[in-house]
């Protein structure tokens, strides 16, 4: 993509996961980008898409509604190409990202959930709303956008399929929106049908049913939120065509999951990158992942933006290492 450091992300080999799965996995690491999320693509894409076609004039409001990442990636593009953002997050988001969203120069408001536009309460429902009341906004609307799809099949695709030198056997990411996997999974299986595209989300999501029946459950359930994945509507950005299979995964198995790569790896990973490495440990036997295979696992985003949610064990016992070693 153009002048800004948006995409081109790195893919690293990581030893510990690939002993303690038996195979070769590799991780695609979003946070490399300018906003330090994988959203930061179809935010570029979608901001792009709305100037050349004349829907929004300089100077004004980009709307999104968000679980933080995509709001970034908005915010950050608008304000270096002259415009202002407008962005409604849940109260599940993290401190950290409305922190930062705040720093970026984002106007925030805060919405009961993120549960589709049907929901008079939803971040879509508020952002859509303020769009349609406000001269010279624009809703990017990521659930329904096609440049949301298109991002990814031109520019994380291509990129996984050059990384990995057409190797690349599996691919796992979280599931949202569904943008990325869609649009991932579409380029990789015209490379090659056979690829594995398989997506994760929590537990009580309704992707994995939709995906198996084509219908939506009788009965929606409220579920524990994994920052990012997991929908209780069908987005328009999901496209099951693409998609091999869902895995779901709960709360405490990726912060368990979450802390234990740190401890290993010193890393910190993001809530639904450590939803992927949950689903590797439990679906393990079903994976039947060996040595001739090439795992790409998809990390959108950094655990610092989930301290106080994933690791917030390490802040108790800094917090007392400083008081007793003063
Ligand atoms: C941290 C994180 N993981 C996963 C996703 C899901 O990606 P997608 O919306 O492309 O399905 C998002 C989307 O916002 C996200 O912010």
């Not at 929004?56 to 995509?70: D, K, L, Y």
Request: hydrophobic content about 35%; overall charge neutral; some cysteine.
């Amino acid at each position: 993509m153009t002048t800004t450091s948006i995409g081109n992300t790195p893919i690293r080999r990581c030893d510990f996961l690939s002993t303690l799965f038996n195979t070769n996995v590799f991780i695609k690491e979003e946070f490399h980008n300018l906003g330090m999320s994988a959203k930061d693509r179809p935010a570029y894409f979608m901001i792009q898409d709305a100037i050349k076609a004349g829907r929004i004039q300089p100077g004004g409001t980009f709307v999104e509604a968000s679980s933080g990442n995509t709001g970034l990636g908005i915010t950050i593009i608008a304000k270096q190409m002259g415009y202002q953002a407008k962005i409604f997050v849940s109260k599940s988001c993290s401190q950290e990202k409305i922190a930062i969203l705040t720093n970026a120069g984002a106007e925030i408001e805060i919405c009961d959930n993120s549960n589709g536009l049907h929901d008079f309460h939803s971040t879509q429902f508020r952002a859509q709303s303020f769009a349609a009341t406000h001269a010279n906004t624009y809703f990017t609307n990521q659930y329904y956008n096609t440049q949301n799809i298109r991002a990814h099949y031109k520019t994380t695709g291509p990129e996984i399929w050059e990384q990995t030198q057409g190797k690349i056997t599996h691919f796992l990411c979280g599931v949202g929106t569904g943008g990325t996997i869609s649009g991932v999974g579409r380029f990789l299986k015209e490379q090659q049908k056979n690829i594995c595209i398989w997506g994760i989300e929590p537990e009580g999501s309704i992707l994995r049913h939709f995906l198996l029946s084509g219908t939506v459950p009788n009965e929606i359930k409220p579920f524990d939120a994994i920052e990012g994945i997991g929908r209780n509507f069908i987005p328009g950005s999901f496209d099951p065509q693409q998609i091999d299979t869902i895995f779901q995964v709960g709360k405490a198995e990726t912060i368990a999951m979450a802390r234990a790569y740190r401890d290993e790896t010193g890393i910190l990973s993001g809530f639904s990158s450590a939803a992927v490495l949950a689903s590797l440990k439990r679906y393990n036997k079903e994976m039947q992942l060996n040595p001739s295979h090439t795992v790409l696992l998809f990390f959108p985003d950094h655990g610092s933006r989930y301290v106080s949610k994933l690791y917030a064990e390490t802040a108790d016992k800094q917090r007392e290492t400083v008081k007793t070693h003063p």
